[in-house]
């Protein structure tokens, strides 16, 4: 294993403690590994909070800051966060306008988002609402399953929730938009290499040189197939045609584009596959509204992307291009 | 001491139980990159190794607690210190179990809160009968010590029954296709695989063997 | 190899598909590999160019757009661009004020540039200017090398430059500016595992599973030494030692603080990193005035990272903090 | 024609210059990988083919041309294509060889040219003997042109002297410590290797061997 850590024990607070000392305007509890708005609590405003397994960096804590998270709860590695870090953070961002929890759909995350929302409420009367993202189209939705895993909507979901919050919407409002948008948005993603897990020390599965696995989770969860490598323009479509085929999303439609890096995947290769994607969307007369090509929902030094396509309509789309100042997501201010 | 279960002998079951996941975190973790994320053995021997300094600190106390308030105390521990779907599984397990135990420490009283465990665990993760998860061992667990038991057999005859049914239980999900938590993403891909929670639990009844506290 | 292409051969211009496709403020003269600003030439402006090997994206092209570069010049990977891309570039986002050229110091880069700058000038009078960035401490800097090479400082300088030229400064005053920010930087870098070339297809150099490499080049040039793995502390000493030693930084100076990623590594490991740098600053009495953690001058897929360090007066920091939109950097609007 | 340069021998002469390089381009990069970056090979191969392409256009002209315009349009292409040190460093060889071409067709001429495109590569470059450059290959080779000839020997034999001074040139360049360009880096570790650049220079002179240039 080669990675730039301390010890594999430590990596999670020593990474808070770089994102503490690199980011001024946000505050650490190293306790409750919650990073939070240095202005926090924002009286009246509807506070967001979310997190999870740390590894996906920068989701959650790089989008702490104006007009998207108040706080982010980072679990260890690839592991939901404890109920505890999410009663910490939902008092720390309290202002009285009540928290809308953003919970990716992972049983652990659920649960313990769940015993978190509870504490508080019961500590604090703080008024919680919880928003579950299930994005991702490699899953089967069924009752067979635990549903689809929560990803690439969930950053479009906290710019655009947090954009509505700091317009002083209400707690139901704004967790009405957030619904919207994890109802409206789908992902898929690709592996072509494992990602390996400090604590383990090893790649978490085996993938021989010529393969890749369609359909990946974000921890490493074998995906839908594994299939020799193709092209960056047949993955694309590998990836695009089920998630334009799920929705559905149809001729006309406006969509936020989001390519996005798992980790080991360099930008260049992310504008490959983006040439690919708009490629795709332009032959199924769907426009893209707005892009966003990077490593915004990685799985540690995983080489790999997913492609998220969120339809929009013009309110979305103002939220969307609303100010936001965090760490990964920054324009208009 | 062999048919009441003092705070004591739960102190060295639980004990017991983390020096086997910390023995088996490897194992576990393997189980769980096959069919999950590669962290159950991480998390719960981060969990229960938190929990023995939490038993260290209870053990310290005067009187030493009884068995009821050291469940509690480790259901508590495991479910701010494991997170992941395992954290509050077995954190509610632990906890119910303590709480039911609160008054008596009898082996009837035992199975009862091992019940009350089971049907916390049923709360949360809403998992039935061969789902693939930790369920498939604790339920046939659980329902050997009241069998055991009703049929007048020891705490160390329920005990060792509970054992040699949660491993059964435990074998019996490798061929099932999970339907709960993060396996059943894999759909028909997580057959042939055991599962890591169930095996956790078989480690917690195999302690009971280990320890004091049958006798 | 295991990269999100189509052919080794046709890399570049299909990431420059996805850039125009991601980018509508951005224009690409596909024909010369240059990626421009929509609104070029910018009338009495001084423009901007840079460019260099593909490869280290987001640089160049992650870099135009408003406050920062004018146009960049795409060439093949690794390999610096030809004459005829700067000239290209320099008639497209010539404004009439002359045009600065920022040149990474390796002999094809400058070689190139210099016929460039030659062959523009010849056509249309153009005047053109080029500052050359020298910041990496691993290389000696001695009559008996090539000099120092270009890295991290490279970003620093565009950016600030790309303000400098904004607020309407004349060329002469511009890459003044440009040469006090290469002055005042210096950077060093690490790889964990080499990089692959597309059109090699196996990885540029071997290192052993507990090695890395100290000093290493943005190109997978082999660096100062071959090492044993050290935690991100030791690693943070030998990146940070030999800066702070060149300038010399001396207690009391301030600095901007950029921990770069080299393409395979993630965010986390970079905020690891980033603690232990900020820490080693402190305790040299250094203050930190700004930072910049991410990937942002890569080298295709490699692991590692590199640190640049560069000190900063107020008139430095001023045109930092003054707006930039870019694709890869983005502030203020 | 053994004692002319044509524009057809020119022709052949880049043409087999260009097909050893692509049949080499992975030992190019090879020994650029070791010093460098990985990129020579395919660098010149680039270029090369792209030349070979405007060679069949003004192979195509009426009347065909002449050596020197060939060389100057190889050197011109070489300069849009090829980019990295080489594109400049190679190009104005060819560009300034071409030019001095551009009157005669004897072998004196083509001594004088190959001392001209030196002299350029000099000027761009600043290599000097010794620095592990395409320098420690070329210039020997112009130099046993120019002596081969002021000796009597056919411009065969004086090709021959060049490909014999331009390997041994290359072969001298492994033990050498680079100076210039990207391997300059490596300080003492460059030791060891051989000059990619150089490498090239002597496929070059080789390539005249191989084709109708000398006859
Ligand atoms: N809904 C559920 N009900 C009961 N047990 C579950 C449920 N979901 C998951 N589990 C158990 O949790 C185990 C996984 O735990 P762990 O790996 O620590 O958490 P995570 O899946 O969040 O990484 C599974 O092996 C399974 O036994
Ligand atoms: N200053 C110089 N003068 C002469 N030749 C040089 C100089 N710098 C580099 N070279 C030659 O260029 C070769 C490298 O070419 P290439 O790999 O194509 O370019 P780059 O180093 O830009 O990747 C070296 O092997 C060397 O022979
Ligand atoms: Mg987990
Ligand atoms: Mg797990
Ligand atoms: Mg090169
Ligand atoms: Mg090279």
Chains 1, 3 share one sequence.
Not at chain 1, 195 to 212: I, K, Q, R, S
Request: proline share 5%; hydrophobic share 45%; charged share 20%.
């Amino acid at each position: 294993m080669k990675k730039i850590i301390n010890d594999p024990s430590t990596v999670v607070s020593d990474a808070l403690n770089g994102v503490e000392a690199a980011h001024p305007e946000l505050k650490v509890d190293h306790q409750n590994k919650v990073i939070y708005r240095g202005d926090s609590p924002r009286h009246g405003k509807v506070g967001i909070i979310s997190g999870g397994g740390s590894g996906h960096e920068p989701l959650h804590g790089g989008f702490v800051g104006l007009g998207m998270l108040d706080a982010a709860c980072a679990g260890e590695v690839f592991t939901s966060p404890v109920p505890d870090q999410m009663v910490a953070a939902t008092k720390l961002v309290d202002g009285g306008a009540g928290v809308l929890h953003v919970v990716k759909n992972y049983t652990g995350d659920v649960l313990n988002f769940e015993m978190g929302a509870e504490l508080a409420a019961a500590e604090t009367g703080v008024e919680v609402v919880a928003v579950v993202t299930d994005d991702d189209v490699a899953v089967q939705d069924s009752t067979w399953t635990a549903g689809r895993r929560g990803v690439g909507v969930t950053v479009l979901l906290e710019k655009i929730a947090g954009a509505a919050a700091e317009q002083g919407r209400g707690l139901a409002e704004v967790a009405d938009v957030a619904r919207r948008v994890n109802a409206n948005g789908r992902s898929m993603g690709a592996a072509l290499t494992s990602c390996t897990v400090p604590a383990v020390g090893h790649p978490t599965f085996e993938l021989g040189d010529d393969e890749f696995e369609l359909g990946v989770g974000i921890h490493g969860e074998p995906g839908r197939q594994r299939l020799p490598l193709v092209p960056a323009r047949e993955l694309a479509e590998l990836l695009v045609e089920p998630i334009l085929a799920d929705l559905p999303f149809d001729s006309g439609d406006g969509v936020i584009a989001f390519v996005n890096g798992l980790g080991g995947t360099p930008l260049i290769e992310l504008y490959v596959l983006y040439a690919e994607v708009a490629r795709i969307l332009a032959a199924h007369g769907v426009t893209v509204a707005r892009s966003l090509v990077g490593p915004f929902i990685t799985s540690l030094d995983m080489a790999g992307a997913s492609v998220t396509l969120l339809k929009v309509d013009d309110e979305l789309l103002g939220l969307w291009d609303a100010p936001v100042r965090t760490p990964a997501l920054r324009w208009g201010i | 001491m062999t048919n009441s279960v003092t705070g004591a002998a739960i102190d060295g079951w639980l004990r017991a139980f983390a020096r086997l996941v910390a023995e088996h975190e490897d194992e576990l973790t393997r189980l769980d990159a096959a069919i999950g994320d590669a962290d159950h053995g991480a998390n719960m021997n981060r969990g229960l190794t938190a929990a023995a300094v939490a038993l260290d600190e209870l053990a310290a106390g005067d009187p030493p607690p009884a068995a009821g308030p050291r469940l509690t105390k480790v259901g508590m521990t495991l479910i701010s210190t494991v997170g992941g779907a395992a954290g509050p599984l077995f954190g509610t397990f632990f906890l119910r179990m303590g709480n039911a135990l609160a008054e008596q420490e009898t082996p009837t009283a035992l199975a009862a809160a091992l019940r009350a465990g089971l049907a916390g665990v049923v709360q949360r993760g809403k998992a039935e009968a061969g789902d693939k998860t930790m369920y498939d061992a604790l339920a046939p667990a659980v329902a050997a010590v009241e069998t055991a038991l009703a049929a007048g057999g020891s705490l160390a005859d329920a005990l060792a029954a509970a054992s040699k049914a949660a491993e059964d239980g435990c074998a019996a999900t490798v061929p099932l296709v999970a339907r709960k938590g993060r396996a059943s993403y894999l759909g028909e891909r997580s057959v042939g695989h055991q599962d890591p929670g169930a095996t956790t639990v078989s480690l917690f009844f195999r302690a009971a063997l280990d320890s004091g506290v049958a006798g």
